[in-house]
């Protein structure tokens, strides 16, 4: 059970009713993530907005694989199980390689960036995912030359930057507020990246 009062899809009503449809999966699943904002829909909507359009809009370059990798990444870095479990299986299921992607998560849990089966621009990012997590105020013009250096444009770094920038957010709500996996369809995503207000998650 989480730490706080959440409300099942069952007793919603009102908004939180309306953000818990747009958030289903099968069965009306709604992740235990979003129901951590239960008691304050409006700061749900805004959860989902932030996430979408980080993670899931069609106008990002970087494919979304690698962009699961990083939320991995940086969710093993803040100790945040249930954000791994559930972005790793995103991920394994985007990257149809489960070697590869077994690999990647294997150099995660160990913390080496080295061992990962990537390219060295990917690579660079996860390094500066690292030192953005773990040492944000440490952070010097010199790491963003560093991504643009290794093949990165600015749009890019951008990207990287919001998604190492987002799973902080996530990983502090999961484990702020005691949410599990239990109950949960692990691996589930809003997959629509062509329309982001599409919230379903398939």
């Not at 009503?13 to 992740?31: C, E, I, Q």
């Not at 010097?140 to 987002?166: C, F, H, K, P, S």
């Not at 957010?169 to 999961?174: G, L």
Request: aromatic share 8%; proline share 4%.
């Amino acid at each position: 059970m989480p730490w706080i009062k959440t409300i099942a899809f069952e007793a919603a009503t009102g908004k939180l009713k309306d953000l818990y449809a747009r958030v289903t999966g099968p069965g009306n699943n709604v992740d235990n993530i979003m129901m951590m904002h239960s008691l304050r829909p409006h700061t749900m909507e805004g959860h989902m907005a932030v996430y979408k359009y980080v993670l899931h809009h069609r106008d990002n370059t970087i494919p979304k694989w690698f962009l699961e990798v990083l939320g991995v990444w940086v969710s093993a870095l803040n100790s945040c199980g249930y954000c791994v479990e559930h972005h790793f299986a995103g991920m394994k299921r985007l990257l149809r390689d489960d070697a590869r992607a077994d690999a990647i998560r294997a150099a995660i849990e160990a913390g080496q960036v080295a061992q990962t089966p990537l390219d060295g621009a990917q690579q660079a990012a996860m390094i500066y995912a690292r030192k953005l997590t773990v040492s944000p105020a440490g952070m010097i013009e010199g790491d963003v030359t560093g991504l643009r250096d290794a093949g990165w444009d600015d749009g890019e770094i951008l990207e990287i930057n919001q998604v190492v920038a987002y799973f902080a957010y996530a990983n502090r709500t999961v484990l702020g507020l005691g949410c599990s996996t239990k109950g949960d369809i692990i691996g589930l995503s809003p997959g629509n990246s062509d329309d982001p207000d599409d919230w379903g998650h398939h």
